[in-house]
């Protein structure tokens, strides 16, 4: 038996945001992974940088989750907030993977907190729409205890189905917890290289 097989999610979240250049960025990560008869397989991992409090986290989300796997039974996110207010819109992931999409929280999340510090951005009139699903979050009872979730294109009782079968040390799913700590791995190791001197003698800018 193909001890990969199994139904496959794909969890994204991100790590720590660093400035190169004169732009900030956030790594983020995406693990695949199956749920089979011998525990959790993890598949694959894509890593990548976004713009801290940009557009564009939607799309390169949904196109990692296609490249991880062409049919996942869900993607699992750590909140609609990646890379600062660089929002993913569970709708469009939905829509561009084909897929669930299942947002947790360890907390209930709230849109009026989210709305105070998207205030002053130049993109808030247009990620407005997006943070105010939050609101719409619901309590999933799973066996590791509550989370938060925002759900779209699922029903709560196969979401914590789904979420049940991809906890392990925590409430948070391991995909979402492998992604953030592959994320967060990158970012210290951008850290290490931006530190460096150039193999010129030339200090990195500040």
Known sequence: MDISEGPTVVGCDDGEIRKVGFQEYTTYACVSMD??????????????????????????????????????VAVILDSITIAGFNVVSPPI??????????????????????RRGALNLST??????????????VPLKTRKGVLYALLWGIEPPEAIKIVEKFQIHSRV??????????????????????????????????
């Open 173 to 206: 799913p391991e995909p979402v917890r492998v992604a953030h700590y592959i994320a967060s791995a990158a970012s210290r190791l951008l850290r290490g290289c931006l530190a460096q001197p150039s193999s010129r003698g030339e200090q990195p800018p500040r």
């Open 93 to 114: 992931i939905y829509r561009l993977v084909g897929a669930p999409v299942i947002v947790v929280y360890s907390y209930k999340p709230s849109y009026a907190r989210l």
């Open 35 to 72: 749920s089979t008869a011998y525990g959790l397989y993890p598949r694959d991992a894509a890593l990548g940088l976004l713009r801290v409090d940009g557009l564009e986290a939607s799309s390169v989300i949904a196109v990692a989750a296609r490249l991880l796997e062409a049919n996942p």
């Open 124 to 137: 808030f009139k247009i990620i407005d729409r997006i943070i105010r699903l939050v609101d719409n979050a």
